[in-house]
């Protein structure tokens, strides 16, 4: 007889003992509750019986009838009394309760916990590890690239790209596919086999054999490949050769901040609330890079010009040529590096490079993406005491309506 699960309710029927032929009886996983009627054991020998999660009483039976009753369980929970249960067709009984049904309880949730929490610090264990040794393979990559100064790395996706694929992308860096030019280099846009769009940076040929500009292009390899955080614009390779050398990156589809601030229609597509966003992203960034990498880094060319926008527009800083470690044993003392209108004005005095620099130009980033346009004459105007009537509304993008709040 089988009718666990079926929600029954209610106490176990005493007729149960008129079913003398009885093999085997399961009323598991139901709503019964009261006692277990004594008559039971007149159905010996019964070789199953099962009474297991109920709302039972239940007790310990005799000896004489666990011993005819090869499998059973009654109970899931102790029972804090003696227990009298009277047939009057059959013997009584009197049944006393133990912790056995506890102490089993507690060895099936062992059973089960166990080795699901010993699989877990497996799985942990092995994700760190192949996290640190492919983290390590990237650092010994990119020590031979410097040393050998005539390799082509490119990962991320799936397996490794040849430069052969780069150079068909692109058509032989055809100027059909350039989407930009910059101070000492083009930025290509290229889609690779499988699939994905990247932005190609490749330096100029006879730039290339400037030591300066070769310094700065490696100089971006190395801080790229020991970071991550989402809005710093992710590196997917390199090649530097000394016929040819580019970097592979992500691609943006909105460009940089400063095209998006001068072209009006993108303006007024660049709400308040996005605006605040890039801020946001810009600022979390510079704190990733100040606070969680060891040592420091400092960018030193933050602008609106190295801040790119993806199709969502959400922030991300590029251009790591002349990003600078901060070591705790150096003077830290270096040449003026940046973009006019943004550099730090104390770094033309003191020659040393600190986060402050970082900071100087990100508030003047945060004026411009304010104000729409590169905040100069405002930051002249602060000094004189006519700053004392400018007011909030004469500084905001007249192309946006003022902010709700």
């Not at 989407?179 to 190609?200: C, E, F, W």
Request: glycine residues 6%.
């Amino acid at each position: 007889l089988g009718m666990s699960g079926n929600y029954l309710n209610g106490t176990i029927p005493a007729e149960l003992a008129f079913l003398p032929n009885l093999k085997y009886l399961n009323l598991s996983h139901n709503n019964l509750s009261g006692r277990i009627p004594s008559c039971i054991c007149s159905l010996l020998p019964l070789p199953s019986i099962d009474f297991s999660y109920n709302a039972l009483e239940g007790q310990q039976f005799p000896n004489r009838f666990l011993d005819a009753c090869p499998s059973q369980r009654f109970m899931d929970t102790d029972l804090c009394s003696e227990v009298e249960y009277f047939c009057p067709w059959a013997p009584s009984f009197s049944f006393h309760t133990n912790d056995s049904s506890r102490r089993n309880k507690v060895v099936h949730l062992l059973a089960i916990s166990l080795p699901i929490t010993v699989l877990l610090a497996f799985l942990i264990l092995g994700f760190k590890f192949f996290w640190q040794r492919n983290a390590r393979e990237n650092q010994n990559e990119v020590k031979a690239m410097m040393k050998n100064g005539d390799m082509c790395s490119i990962w991320n996706y799936d397996g490794r790209i040849a430069y052969e694929d780069i150079v068909k992308a692109t058509e032989d860096f055809d100027i059909r596919y350039c989407i930009g030019t910059g101070g000492y280099g083009s930025v290509y846009k290229a889609r690779l086999p499988s699939g994905r769009v990247v932005a190609l940076k490749k330096l100029h040929r006879l730039e290339a054999e400037e030591p300066a500009f070769d310094k700065s292009f490696r100089n971006e390899v190395k801080v790229l490949t020991n970071i991550r955080h989402r809005n710093i614009v992710k590196l997917y390779g390199f090649c530097l050769h000394n016929r040819c050398m580019f970097l592979v990156y992500e691609y943006m589809e909105r460009g940089s901040l400063f095209c998006a601030l001068r072209n009006d229609a993108e303006a007024v597509e660049l709400g308040w609330s996005r605006r605040v966003n890039i801020v946001k992203g810009t600022s979390h960034a510079l704190c990733y890079m100040h606070h969680d990498c060891i040592p420091p880094i400092v960018h030193r060319d933050i602008s609106s010009n190295n801040i790119l926008l993806n199709s969502e527009f959400e922030a991300f800083v590029s251009d790591f040529g002349t990003a600078r470690l901060l070591y705790p044993d150096s003077s830290n003392q270096t040449v003026i590096a940046g973009t006019l209108g943004y550099v730090a004005p104390e770094l033309a005095y003191t020659m040393v490079v600190t986060e402050k620099c970082d900071i100087y130009s990100f508030g003047v980033v945060a004026l411009e993406i304010i104000m729409g346009k590169h905040p100069g004459e405002l930051l002249s105007l602060l000094s004189s005491p006519s700053a004392q009537n400018i007011m909030l509304k004469d500084v905001l993008d007249p192309r946006l309506s003022p902010p709700a709040d």
